[in-house]
Nanobody
Framework: QVQLVESGGGLVQAGGSLRLSCAAS????????MGWYRQAPGKERELVAR???????NTADSVKGRFTISRDNAKNTVYLRMNSLKPEDTAVYFC????????WGQGTQVTVSS
């Protein structure tokens, strides 16, 4: 089992920044993928960004140039730096871990006011 604990969500004005963190604990495998998905009201959950334990990243086109994903393997923690936030970034952001099985965090609310 893997437990994911997220932090860093909140309310911010458009153009502002936030940083999300997600710490994984439990049965962590050295080779894994961690990342962030988001789900806005009435919409499906979508990939925001993910990063492998080797540092390879995938980022959604909608956030490229504004969001940056990174990780600290020693701390089993993934970060999402979100700059130039827009109202359409408002969603619940879920941390994700996979090393053969998916695990999800409880979600953290990000609200961007116009």
């Amino acid at each position: 089992q893997v437990q994911l604990v997220e932090s860093g969500g909140g309310l911010v004005q458009a153009g502002g920044s936030l940083r999300l963190s997600c710490a994984a604990s439990g049965s962590i495998f050295r080779l894994n993928v961690m990342g962030w998905y988001r789900q806005a009201p009435g919409k499906e959950r979508e990939l925001v960004a993910r990063i492998t334990s080797g540092g390879t990243t995938n980022t959604a086109d909608s956030v490229k140039g504004r969001f940056t994903i990174s990780r600290d393997n020693a701390k089993n923690t993934v970060y999402l730096r979100m700059n130039s936030l827009k109202p359409e970034d408002t969603a619940v952001y879920f941390c994700y871990y996979n090393s053969g099985r998916d695990y999800w965090g409880q979600g953290t609310q990000v609200t961007v006011s116009s």
